[in-house]
């Protein structure tokens, strides 16, 4: 009876001592766990011999030879992120206002926090704020990130700016010298012709020439 009792508990000493990893859907893996980062993923092998990589997202608690219960502090959420563009775009997370993760989209990354700020780098490009870029997390977060490039359009903005430009330089000019040397012939080109010049390539050329490119992230329902 003794013998009994001392090999029950001898297996309840090895039973905890397992590493146990709770899932968030309340099942139990035990075995020896191999890595775990809190945040991103627990590593474990079972007495099976199976090696699982557990995402930090499901699981619940964490404990270590049976002594130490450890769970993260907060479930990371997970944000998702997908475009329709062709440009490659790398999403860069702020979470609470500390460095995030960054991911090539489209992609999933998880977070530890309640509010993100959203940047999104173009082709290895400087991250940039796009229109809309502060979000909730909450329990998941779905994002849409649209991109168009108007280079094509400032090209021809910078095309209009400087023709209707060198236009007002040469009703100008030529204003200067029918004043000075056609008898006041050049009044209409100076009143007129070079001010409304100017006017044409301040008011349509500049303003395309300036355009900046379509960013912007929405949330999806």
Request: aromatic share 6%; proline share 4%.
């Given at each position: 009876?003794m013998?009994?009792?001392?090999?029950?508990l001898?297996?309840?000493?090895?039973?905890?001592?397992?590493?146990?990893?709770?899932?968030?859907?309340?099942?139990?893996?035990?075995?020896?766990?191999?890595?775990?980062?809190?945040?991103?993923?627990?590593?474990?092998?079972?007495?099976?011999?199976?090696v699982?990589?557990?995402?930090?997202a499901?699981?619940?608690?964490?404990?270590?030879?049976?002594?130490?219960?450890?769970?993260?502090?907060?479930?990371?959420s997970s944000?998702?992120?997908?475009?329709?563009?062709?440009?490659?775009?790398?999403?860069?997370?702020t979470?609470?206002?500390?460095?995030?993760?960054?991911?090539?989209l489209?992609?999933?990354?998880?977070?530890?926090?309640?509010?993100?700020d959203?940047?999104?780098?173009?082709?290895?490009?400087?991250?940039?704020?796009?229109?809309?870029?502060?979000?909730?997390?909450?329990?998941?977060?779905?994002?849409?990130?649209?991109?168009?490039?108007?280079?094509?359009?400032?090209?021809?903005?910078?095309?209009?700016?400087?023709?209707?430009?060198?236009t007002?330089?040469?009703?100008?000019?030529?204003?200067?010298v029918?004043?000075?040397?056609?008898?006041?012939?050049?009044?209409?080109?100076?009143?007129?012709g070079?001010?409304i010049?100017?006017?044409?390539a301040?008011?349509?050329?500049?303003?395309?020439?300036?355009?900046?490119?379509?960013?912007?992230?929405?949330?999806?329902?």
């Open positions: 009876m013998g009994i009792s001392w090999f029950a001898l297996l309840v000493c090895v039973a905890s001592a397992q590493d146990t990893v709770e899932l968030d859907d309340g099942g139990f893996v035990r075995g020896e766990i191999h890595e775990w980062i809190v945040g991103d993923h627990v590593t474990i092998q079972t007495a099976e011999g199976e699982l990589r557990i995402e930090a499901h699981v619940r608690e964490v404990v270590r030879g049976g002594r130490m219960a450890l769970a993260s502090p907060r479930r990371p944000v998702r992120a997908e475009t329709a563009a062709t440009e490659r775009l790398t999403l860069s997370l979470v609470d206002g500390a460095p995030g993760p960054s991911c090539e489209p992609c999933t990354t998880y977070v530890e926090g309640e509010l993100i959203v940047r999104v780098g173009v082709n290895e490009g400087r991250p940039r704020r796009p229109r809309h870029r502060r979000f909730e997390v909450g329990e998941g977060l779905n994002l849409s990130v649209s991109y168009e490039s108007r280079g094509d359009v400032r090209t021809a903005g910078w095309v209009t700016f400087s023709l209707f430009l060198a007002a330089v040469g009703f100008a000019a030529g204003g200067l029918g004043e000075l040397f056609a008898g006041g012939s050049g009044t209409f080109y100076l009143v007129l070079a001010p010049a100017l006017l044409l301040l008011a349509i050329g500049l303003p395309l020439a300036a355009l900046s490119d379509h960013l912007d992230v929405v949330a999806l329902e």
